[in-house]
């Protein structure tokens, strides 16, 4: 396991949300520890595009050794919501509303993935986007999603 480097909230607010994950991506920041657990990174910040890489392994698989669902769930939340974020300005944070995701074919163990987001809408009070789960040597769909976040501004 890495050591965690994560900010405080009014850290966070300090920067905008592309700022923030660019630092995750130097390294000058770390990524969240569910990043370890279910063995993915942050690979790719744009405006309105993130893209993580993975790699599931039997410790992420169902009782019949097929990948949970909940793998793939939570690289589409990640990657769809951090799309999102990268486009919500200092002074203001995010939270995921609801996603949905669709298992287009099983992912074997030991298939490096990419999992892509992009921002579709962000405004004052939402943002939604959309994502995909491809295999990095071929392309191969996996999974589609989409999500729609919440942007908050800090109580008073």
Same mark, same amino acid.
């Given at each position: 396991? =890495?050591?965690?480097? #994560?900010?405080?909230?009014?850290? #966070?607010?300090?920067?905008?949300? *592309?700022? !923030?994950l660019?630092?995750?991506?130097?390294? +000058?920041? %770390?990524?969240?520890?569910?990043?370890?657990?279910l063995?993915?990174?942050?690979t790719?910040?744009?405006?309105?595009?993130?893209?993580?890489?993975? @790699?599931?392994?039997?410790? !992420?698989?169902?009782? @019949?050794g097929?990948v !949970?669902?909940?793998?793939?769930g939570t690289?589409?939340? %990640?990657?769809?919501?951090?799309?999102?974020?990268?486009? *919500?300005?200092?002074?203001r944070?995010? =939270?995921?509303?609801?996603?949905?995701?669709n298992? #287009?074919?099983? *992912?074997?163990?030991? =298939?490096?993935?990419?999992? @892509?987001?992009?921002?579709? !809408?962000?405004?004052?009070?939402?943002?939604?986007?959309?994502?995909? #789960?491809r295999g990095?040597? +071929?392309?191969?769909?996996?999974?589609?999603? @989409?999500? =729609?976040? &919440?942007i &908050?501004?800090?109580?008073?």
């Open positions: 396991m =890495t050591d965690h480097i #994560i900010p405080t909230m009014p850290e #966070i607010l300090a920067m905008s949300g *592309i700022e !923030h660019q630092r995750i991506l130097s390294g +000058d920041l %770390s990524g969240p520890p569910i990043g370890d657990l063995r993915y990174r942050l790719m910040v744009d405006d309105g595009v993130v893209a993580f890489e993975g @790699t599931p392994g039997p410790e !992420h698989c169902n009782p @019949t097929g !949970h669902g909940g793998w793939y690289l589409l939340d %990640s990657c769809m919501s951090c799309a999102v974020w990268s486009r *919500i300005p200092k002074g944070f995010y =939270t995921t509303l609801e996603y949905k995701v298992l #287009i074919r099983a *992912i074997p163990q030991g =298939t490096p993935i990419v999992a @892509t987001g992009w921002a579709d !809408h962000v405004g004052r009070s939402t943002g939604t986007g959309h994502g995909e #789960i990095k040597a +071929d392309g191969r769909l996996f999974a589609t999603g @989409t999500v =729609t976040c &919440l &908050l501004s800090p109580e008073p």
